[in-house]
């Protein structure tokens, strides 16, 4: 059996690992990791419990290139950080001092066969330097270090979990490169499923006032795909006044309210003060009057306000300091204008924010509200389980994270769609199986 080398960089869970591994095997090879990197300790009890590891090293900045050995090709779902120069010279010495950079200085160091990178999808559009751009300078800079400076034939592009098998839409960028051909990333068979897929069933489901109150007002059936909070809307929307959550409102508060969070959002009441648009204004009182006119209007604002829906506050400005970074831009009140009335809560606010489907797909896992994701379950709501995210994630059933839940869900809400990672490297395997292999050493590996 044709042995392939490879390091595993930034390595979270182990995700990319897994497909690359799975690609090699269903195609004959046998992968071999030769070393492992992650700092993060929680993500080390888990690689460390569900792989074996000839080679583990923690900060990337800090290992030798020579320590480094030899492998055929190299993965890394690197963090996507700012380059210092916004990548306008386009070249490696924009990197420097990044996870990028290391990345760079490992493949320039070693040549290998070629490499696996992953990142979030918005390193698409990081660092527009036209806002018509189709790649911001960002991305633009990494492809050109890889294809130029490296001198590795590079293909990337976005791809979406929903499409590989899994009922979760999470879409990240994977950049291939090989030496000598481009991988073909275009004309994958797609295939879908739903989260009940996926489920567990007859656990213990919540017991809690907030649970208690969404009852009183839905029936489970009614609960499905709900999401909770209080600054955006919608059908499938649920507003803590809706439950009474704060407290009991009368029902020209609650029609108050939902014209409140809608009107707040344009941009003519920033104009009116003389203050840069934010996404959520607090409004005057008079500037409530012309959508809601009531004689006791400030009398139900007020109230709403010591209940804990609305917040009395001065608008936020835009600063704009200047440093030798550039402009550094944040919000900050303007008292300077008048107060007016604010929603006080988002999404992070409650202790349930979406209630799942069954018979659709997941929401985007991510790290800060995963945990705040419920299950319909034995008639009543429970929190998404492990396993349950695992299998989102198209994890194997032996895969296991020996941590603390709040730990285990931070990495799950960092983690990739295996079969995304197994479905890239198919193609690569197929190109490998396709072509001669050198035989100079007695582990034979991809001659690309």
Known sequence: MRTIKFIDLFAGLGGIRIGFENALKNHGFKPECVMTSEIKPHAIKSLEHNFKHSLFVGDIFKVKTDDIPDFDFLLGGFPCQPFSNGGKRL???????????EIGRII????PK???????????????????DQIGRTLETILHVLKNELDYQVSWGVFDSLDFGLPQSRKRVFIVGTKDETIDLTGFEKSHSIFRNVMETNLPTLNTPFISKLFKYFTIEQL????IKDKRGGDNNIHSWDIGLKG???????????KLFKARRQKKWAEEIGIDWMDGMPLTIEQIKTFHNSNNLKELLDDLVQKGYLKFEHPKGLVRDITLDGINKYRDYDQSKPKGYNIVTGKLSFEINKILD?????PTLVATDVSRIAVPDNGGLRRLTIREGLRLFGYPESYEIPTREREAFDLLGNTV????VEAIANRIAIKCKNENYVTESLTPVCSM
Do not use: M
């Open 224 to 227: 499905y795909g709900k999401s």
């Open 358 to 362: 069954p018979d659709d797909i997941a």
């Open 108 to 111: 320039k160091a070693k040549q």
């Open 91 to 101: 070249g490696f010495s924009d990197t420097r001092g990044t996870l990028f950079f």
């Open 248 to 258: 009991e409102i009368s029902k020209e508060q609650n029609i108050l309210l939902d």
């Open 114 to 132: 070629g490499f696996i990178l992953e990142n979030v999808e918005g390193i698409v559009k990081h660092d527009l330097q036209h806002k018509n």
């Open 417 to 420: 769609a295996v079969p995304v």
